[in-house]
């Protein structure tokens, strides 16, 4: 079960307390996971407890300007970064530069048809050690991302079902799942039930941790790095950490920042603590309380705000504080959860909403819709969508991929998952996946005519005409 945790179960820490509360997991400089609500992969920080980040691999199109973005790099202390960014590699004859080899985010024109790689070093303020992270932006395709879901706190005997709908292909290629439960308790038999599924079970059969891994992989055989979730009986299931979508003010705008999209495993109490980790050159813009108690920031100058928001977990009662720590390292990372929020007065990406997940009877024509979507900056966008899971056999066809609100038939019974990507000027947003299936309908009955006859003689009843949704013949009983 997971718990969405409201600001009334958080205590605030100011700046100078975020230091005392990480110092005892930096200084042990154990394997620590960190989630990133948009990003949703692992991310280990090195032995300085940085994490670079450069984004995920995208699509552009020649001629295309693309933002890069390093926000959601940190270290774990919250100290303030430095970026450094190369253009590692292009295509021959293009002429492609960065506009800022310093910023946060800064941009790039596509200019020739290939694939660029761009690489960010990370470096904290006062520090010589650094972390490196690298985005590939290509015309021709890309490789997917995985997502394997939120991890989550269950009981012995529960069966649960992994998810693996978020996973997504920027280049809109169909992509195939596969499952491993790479970490098990000692003494457990547990297995996934259907390791090519979106949504594999896994029955808990022994009190501890389990870890699946998720790998999917293109139509074109590109195979996506591989992204983990923690299933566990004890209070020791990492959550995820949030500092709430992207902002874009004005100068002299105020921007409010909070923890209330943060989750962690029901019962676990957390000390949320914030701090400014970028912010133009010259600024001396510094994070306030207003009187909500969320946390204020109000630029002075034009640009990228970097603000990062760390939960640092209570302890619970069943926490599994002395539990096996093996060489994945995937205990001692439940302890404190990260993540970074951009207050900017540039641009935002768009943020793309593929709708609610839809129950619907196979053959029925489903209506997707991705109307709140949104751009921060109010941008005019495009919409582009793609069917990337299907039902083995199926033909199902977008009939207008590029509308705000398209339509396909679901002509075979299982499970579809559409994606979107919507777009404004400076390039597209994350894609949005939205699960479709259909409902397992009961078999139809069929008696078959009326029969008339006289008493005593025999009636030969029929029920041939009796199908299993699909048409299928039923057996009988």
């Not at 439960?181 to 059969?205: I, T």
């Not at 902002?247 to 989750?263: E, H, I, S």
């Not at 912010?279 to 108690?293: E, F």
């Not at 979507?373 to 495009?382: P, V």
Request: with cysteine; charged share 20%.
């Amino acid at each position: 079960m997971r718990l969405c945790i409201s600001r009334i179960l958080f205590r605030f820490a100011g700046v100078a307390g975020l230091a005392a509360l990480l110092a005892p997991v930096v200084s042990e400089r154990s394997p620590f996971a960190l989630i990133v609500p948009a990003q949703a992969q692992w991310f280990e920080p090195n032995a300085a407890g940085l994490v670079a980040d450069a984004g995920y691999d995208r699509h552009a199109k020649v001629g295309q300007t693309v933002q890069l973005d390093a926000s959601r790099s940190l270290r774990l202390d919250g100290a303030a970064l430095t970026y450094g960014w190369t253009l590692e590699k292009k295509p021959s004859g293009s002429l492609a530069k960065l506009s800022d080899a310093t910023a946060a985010r800064p941009t790039a024109t596509i200019d020739a048809a290939g694939d660029y790689q761009f690489a960010v070093t990370v470096r904290a303020a006062g520090s010589s050690q650094t972390a490196t992270a690298r985005v590939v932006v290509s015309t021709v395709g890309v490789a997917p991302v995985a997502d394997a879901g939120l991890s989550r706190k269950v009981a012995v005997g529960e069966t649960l079902a992994l998810d693996g709908s978020k996973s997504f292909d920027a280049d809109g290629d169909a992509i195939t799942y596969a499952w491993t439960l790479v970490k098990r308790p000692w003494g457990s038999k547990a297995a996934l039930s259907s390791p090519a599924d979106m949504r594999p079970e896994l029955k808990v059969d022994v009190a501890g941790a389990y870890v699946a891994e998720l790998r999917v992989t293109d139509a074109t055989g590109k195979v996506g790095a591989p992204a983990r979730v923690t299933i566990s009986t004890g209070a020791d299931a990492p959550g995820r950490a949030s500092a709430g979508p992207a902002q874009t003010l004005a100068v002299g705008a105020t921007a409010r920042f909070d923890a209330d999209g943060t989750w962690l495993p029901s019962g676990v109490p957390g000390v949320a603590a914030f701090t400014l980790i970028s912010a133009p050159a010259g600024s001396r813009a510094q994070l306030g309380t207003g009187l909500d108690a969320r946390r204020t920031l109000t630029p002075d100058l034009s640009g990228d705000y970097v603000v990062q928001t760390l939960v640092s977990r209570g302890t619970g009662a069943d926490s599994d504080e002395h539990g096996d720590n093996d060489d994945l390292g995937l205990r001692c990372h439940a302890r404190s959860i990260s993540a970074t929020v951009l207050a900017t007065t540039g641009n935002v990406a768009p943020v793309a909403d593929a709708g609610p997940e839809q129950k619907i009877a196979a053959g029925a024509v489903v209506a997707l819709d991705g109307s709140r979507s949104t751009d921060a900056n109010g941008d005019a966008l495009t919409y582009r969508w793609a069917l990337i899971s299907m039902p083995a056999g199926s033909r199902a066809a977008l009939d207008s991929p590029s509308a705000v609100r398209p339509k396909f038939t679901a002509d075979l019974a299982g499970t579809y998952v559409a994606q979107l990507v919507v777009a404004d000027a400076m390039g597209d947003s994350r894609p949005a996946t939205v699960v479709v299936s259909t409902t397992r309908n009961a078999p139809s009955a069929d008696a078959g005519p009326d029969a008339v006859g006289a008493p005593g003689s025999s009636v030969l009843l029929d029920g041939s005409a009796s199908r299993n949704p699909g048409g299928a013949a039923v057996s009988p009983a």
